[in-house]
């Protein structure tokens, strides 16, 4: 859901100029944004003043997707074809882990996806662990396979990964999947990248001929994301920066499209934004904060106060890329029952 950028009489301009209304809310309306002078000088690439970025609703499109896949495993099923089934191996007593862990069962659940939390003790051999992997890539009941991770430092994750049937590995994260994306061949595709350019297309944000710069360059997300914005059906041309990677700040002012993905709160501030761009906020961090009852509040690489005043479109944290991607797995794991039978 995009959410539309107010518009303003020239009476309401001369007003919000006036020095005595600077800082006001521009907006008397019951919408939560707010909209604030901007002081800085303005540049021949700089977006009209008055305008905060465009909030791209990641709940409402994830849920737009989650209702699709909904109708189609109920049409799958009404063919007389068995309910895909997701089959998601815990290992350890993370609580971060469990609790991702209940998210996408029950978001399975909700979309008509059985599903079952296959949980082992932290100290489960790696063997062992690689038998139960044996027995889920033959059992023909199984659509997808997903290894939540991080796995126990005694456990090889490669390792593990590279033991899945490539045909159920619904988080796209084996090798053969990743060289498949890479040579832009049909695979799966890691859900949380999937899940930006689904974001991207949904909002009407148009990646031809654009500058994607994408901060972090892990096999989740920084990797696997540059590979789909390169594809034809994208055409965007794609800078990946990392930690050794020089005058940063210069080359993210470069970006049509900026992803953040480096796990450091308010990493990315706004001297680093290029007006009008599109800013897509990859980081979930804990950050204390005593106000809150939990005594944390969820923030993202992007310091979002100061940045949305400058880009064009932006994506919250908590509500952005996060619900996208456990969409997308759900959309994995109705691919892989087709293949499957």
Known sequence: MIFPRPSFSNTQKSTLMDGNHRGQDANPSTSATKFKVRRSSPTLFDKPLFEMAILIDGKKIAADVRTEVRHEVAAWTSDGHTSPYLAVVLVGNNPASA??????IKASQNVGIAGDTLKFDENISEEALLEVIHDLNTSPHV???????PLPDHLDASRVISALNPNKDV??????????LAA?????????????????RRANIDTEGKHAVIIGRSSLVGRPLANLLLRKENNATVTVCHSRTQNLPEICRQ????????????FVT????KSGATIIDVGINRVDDPAHARGYRLTGDVDFDAVSKIAGYITPVPGGVGPMTIAMLLKNTMVAARILN
Not at 143 to 149: D, H, N, R
Not at 187 to 193: A, I
Not at 270 to 273: K, L, N, R, Y
């Open 270 to 273: 706004e001297d680093m934004i």
């Open 255 to 266: 970006a049509d499209i900026l992803v953040a993905a480096i796990g450091r709160a308010h």
């Open 184 to 200: 832009d061949l049909q695979g799966f595709v890691p859900c949380t990248p999937a899940g930006i350019v689904e974001l991207l």
């Open 171 to 180: 988080d796209g994260l084996h090798t053969v999947n990743a060289g498949r």
């Open 143 to 149: 659509s997808g396979i997903l290894v939540q991770l």
């Open 99 to 104: 609790s991702y862990v209940r998210g996408k």
